[in-house]
């Protein structure tokens, strides 16, 4: 009991209960890397993974991971659905048991679990942090240049297009608290791989959701697929540009816009 069960109901000081949320499609290899260093990290926090049936048998790991440690859950879904499917399950998955903050984190340990203490931290004094891998301090370890350019680029243009003043829209290394979950409309997100991420950037920003980026150690992943395919950018591109063309043509529409054009 002791110090586990008084960490438990702690949970990250400032912050609440916190529940990380992992989606994962064959990830058998890394699933039981990734719980371990979270638990290891930020033993307050509890874990959720949210397996879209993978056929390599990350879901049965998984249960075992939980079936030993009560701070461990797993979402078991029917098939694979996306990204961003899985962490909408997962956030309600969170609300509907009282969580105060919800964290993503990849399984692949792109994303370091030694840097959601300082995520967190930062959360005491705002609604969602983005763990960025392009603000001051930041580092990106071991990713190919077509990788970096495409982050880059796809950083740049969801900037422009849709003026979210954070450098790392498309990052997917973050808390939201309760409070920032309440104030996007999650049940209008239909985006499922980057995009996803880029819709609640804009969603939030919208919101008035209070932001703030925090430096991460960003590293390629080591073991497994990735799952990211010229899909998931074509996906991200067409949002985006949707998405910023009704934003242009809002605005245009609001009584002020001749004196702000210009
Ligand atoms: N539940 C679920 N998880 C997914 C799905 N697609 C990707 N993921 C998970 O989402 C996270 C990010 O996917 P990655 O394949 O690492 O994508 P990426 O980081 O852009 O690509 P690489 O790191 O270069 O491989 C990982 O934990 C994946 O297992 C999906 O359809 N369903
Ligand atoms: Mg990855």
């Not at 990250?12 to 529940?19: A, I, S």
């Not at 290891?40 to 249960?63: H, K, Q, R």
Request: neutral net charge; glycine residues 10%.
């Amino acid at each position: 009991m002791g110090v586990t069960a008084d960490r438990r109901t702690v949970g990250h000081p400032g912050v609440g209960r916190v529940l990380v949320v992992i989606p994962t499609y064959n990830e058998a290899d890394n699933v039981d890397r990734i719980v371990a260093r979270v638990r290891e990290a930020a033993p307050a926090v509890d874990v959720l993974v949210a397996d879209d049936n993978s056929p390599d048998g990350t879901g049965a790991i998984a249960d075992g991971l939980a079936g030993a440690d009560p701070q461990v859950h797993v979402l078991h879904r029917p098939g694979k659905e996306g990204l961003g499917a899985a962490y909408l399950a997962g956030f309600a998955w969170a609300r509907q048991r009282g969580y105060d903050a919800v964290v993503e984190m990849d399984a692949d340990g792109s994303h370091a679990p030694e840097d959601l203490p300082a995520l967190l931290d930062a959360a005491r004094g705002a609604d969602m942090v983005i763990g960025s891998r392009w603000t001051r301090g930041a580092r990106v370890l071991n990713w190919p240049l077509r990788r970096l350019l495409l982050s880059r680029a796809g950083n740049l243009y969801a900037r422009l297009a849709l003026g979210v003043p954070v450098s790392d829209a498309t990052g997917g290394y973050r808390v939201y608290r309760a409070a920032a979950l309440d104030a996007i409309d999650l049940a209008s997100v239909r985006s499922q791989g980057y995009a996803f991420q880029v819709e609640l950037s804009r969603l939030a920003h919208r919101a008035g959701v209070r932001m703030v980026e925090v430096p991460i150690t960003f590293a390629e992943r080591e073991h497994g697929d990735s799952k990211m395919s010229p899909l998931i950018v074509a996906e991200a591109l067409w949002r985006i540009t949707t998405w910023g063309l009704r934003d242009r043509r809002a605005a245009a529409r609001r009584p002020d816009a001749l004196a702000r054009w210009p």
